[in-house]
């Protein structure tokens, strides 16, 4: 798990309005040997309304199967065991537009 890399997630439900359920994720960061900072995606377009998110376009690089929503406002760390597979990585130019908008949004 590195920066940059896109992995299947299975998020529990908070019962919130957070993204929630089995879904691509990019991790950000290795916090320590079993948590990670990760930002979730969706594949519901509408969702680019919102600011601070980021189309992805599927590649054979990243393993996205469709155009995704990178949610960078609902960043959030999680337990690696919530981990379930790589799909693949996103290319150095869409990872540093996540963090640049990740930069702008914490400031």
């Known amino acids: ?3 940059g890399d896109i992995w299947i997630v299975h998020i529990p439900e908070l019962g919130t309005h957070e993204q929630s359920g089995v ?4 991790i950000v960061a290795s916090v320590t040997k079993t ?6 995606c969706t594949s519901n377009k ?8 980021l189309s992805i376009t599927p590649t054979e ?7 995704s ?9 999680i337990d690696t065991s919530l ?4 799909a693949g990585e996103l290319s150095k130019k869409d990872f540093a537009s996540i963090k640049k908008e990740a930069r702008k ?3």
Request: net charge positive; aromatic share 6%.
């Open 61 to 67: 690089k990243n393993g996205l199967t469709s155009t």
């Open 83 to 86: 981990l379930k597979k790589k």
């Open 35 to 40: 948590i990670v900072t990760i930002i979730p």
């Open 105 to 107: 949004l914490i400031g």
């Open 1 to 3: 798990m590195k920066p």
């Open 46 to 53: 509408a969702a680019l309304r919102f600011p601070f998110t």
């Open 69 to 77: 929503i990178a949610l960078i406002f609902h960043i959030r760390a």
């Open 23 to 26: 879904r691509p994720a990019v």
